[in-house]
């Protein structure tokens, strides 16, 4: 199809062709995501299973090997490494760049389905998903509220529990850091003397708690028509449970963990100490999806801060307090970069004017500038790229070419029209020749 002839002797269709193309462009343009620079990173899945009480080399021979058959023929995975650890096995799955992470945990979470079967008293996998390098674009600092005499640190567990549900669910957020604080526990004071006293020691006290903590599955067992599965569930929930351990039993006489031990509520040791202006406080960093619209997603952050600000964290006598985000660095450097394309453009018309001193061939020129740019926001939308300043600085290069390409063309269709050829002629041969 001649593509140059068809468009001199349709104008009309052009036009209406160009119309569809700014309207297209400025769609896509408001739908595409804003970030401050380009999304670099692979997309990252990480699999968690938990089996309590089991070595590195049963993790990995029967829970690890397994998961790995399964997982690595899925569509655009770039690596798969596996870690086992005592009671913990993790595989992490990188994705080639511009992976849609939905779909990629769905495929993920399918496969994981295909694995045979998983020996008693392991845990369901734990996926999560997020960037192998991505960084929080959003901090907030927990604090306490004036009269509050409880210090930041014991609110951790608070959080993590109560808390931090909210901000993960918002849409874009791929996952969080959380610096500070201490997470609840159960302490156990033992006391030498009642321990001696009994002819205990601290290892067999020990070895006790770590058997007695524990959920054991008994399989199944059918009554009729029905199945039921049995389980022991021992975990520690309260002090009062461990209290109630027997670590021995000689004759009547049964020795439990209160009769040597007090038992309660604590906190873990503070290995970090986090302050913001010099107040101590819980460091949070919102990371977000792959690709994501960072504007939309930290005005969603905000508005889930605000409602916890007002609502939940209200009554516990604490606050975030919001000191970070790129929301004006993003909105200062598309804007820079956008005005200077502006600039730009207005100076290259001024100077076509004086030099080519011919209104009609600028007002050509100015015209394929803007046609051009909005033109390309259809193709970055649709090849799901964002707008960054990278990406801006590429199109304020290109403004430049654009504007020496359509001299060049310009000047060949007035040397046709100087050799005496219709308007017709010269545009079709001026333009064919370039």
């Keep these: 199809m001649d593509f140059i002839g068809f468009s001199i002797k349709k104008p009309v269709t052009v036009l209406v062709g160009v119309i569809l193309v700014l309207l297209f462009g400025i769609i896509g343009l408001l739908s595409m995501p804003y970030q401050l620079s380009p999304t670099v990173t692979e997309p990252e899945i990480m699999v968690s299973t938990t089996w309590r009480g089991a070595t590195p080399y049963e993790v990995e021979r029967e829970i690890v090997e397994e998961q790995e058959k399964v997982l690595k023929g899925i569509p655009g995975l770039v690596s798969m490494e596996s870690s086992s650890f005592n009671s913990q096995g993790t595989i992490t799955l990188r994705f080639r ?26 845990n369901k996998p734990v996926i999560n998903a997020t960037g192998s390098a991505t960084s929080p674009v959003v901090w907030s600092i927990l604090k306490t509220r004036k ?12 959080f993590e529990n109560d808390v931090r549900q ?33 002819g205990l020691t601290i290892r067999e006290l020990i070895g006790v708690l770590r058997t007695a903590n524990i959920n054991v599955s008994a399989g199944n067992m059918g009554v009729g028509r029905r199945d039921y599965r049995i389980r022991s569930i021992a975990e520690f929930n309260s002090p009062e449970d461990i209290e109630r351990v027997v670590i021995r039993s000689t004759g009547q006489k049964r020795i439990r963990v209160k009769d040597v031990a007090d038992v309660g509520f604590g906190y873990q040791k ?27 997603m930290t005005n969603r952050v905000e508005k889930v801060v605000n409602w916890l600000n007002k609502n939940k964290l209200k009554s516990q006598g604490i606050y975030l307090d919001w000191v ?15 005005e200077n394309i502006l600039i730009g453009g207005i100076l290259a018309i001024i100077v076509l004017l004086v030099f080519l001193r011919s209104l009609s061939s600028t007002v050509i020129v100015a015209t394929a500038i803007p046609i051009s740019v909005i033109g390309t926001f259809i193709v970055m939308n649709a090849l799901g790229r964002n707008l960054n300043v990278v990406s801006l600085s590429g199109i304020a290069f290109a403004v430049g070419m654009l504007v020496d390409s359509a001299i060049v063309v310009l000047e060949n269709i007035d040397r046709h029209r100087g050799m005496g050829k219709s308007p017709f002629e010269a545009s079709y041969d001026g333009t064919r020749e370039v």
Excluded: C, W
Aim: aromatic share 8%.
């Design 97 to 122: 760049i511009g992976t849609d992470v939905d779909n990629a945990l769905l495929r993920v979470s399918n496969k994981l389905n295909e694995v045979p079967s998983y020996p008693e008293n392991v």
């Design 147 to 158: 009269g509050n005499p409880r210090t930041i640190g014991t609110y951790r567990t608070y």
């Design 166 to 198: 909210y901000l993960e669910r918002v849409e874009g957020v791929a996952d969080l850091f959380v610096a500070g604080g201490a997470e609840r526990e159960m302490h156990i004071k033992i006391n030498p003397r009642k321990l001696a006293a009994y």
């Design 270 to 296: 503070l290995t970090v100490a986090m302050m913001h202006n010099g107040v101590p406080g819980i460091a949070v960093g919102i990371k977000p999806e792959p690709g994501t619209n960072i504007l939309d």
């Design 324 to 338: 970070y985000d790129q929301r004006p660095y993003i909105k200062g450097a598309i804007d820079l970069v956008k």
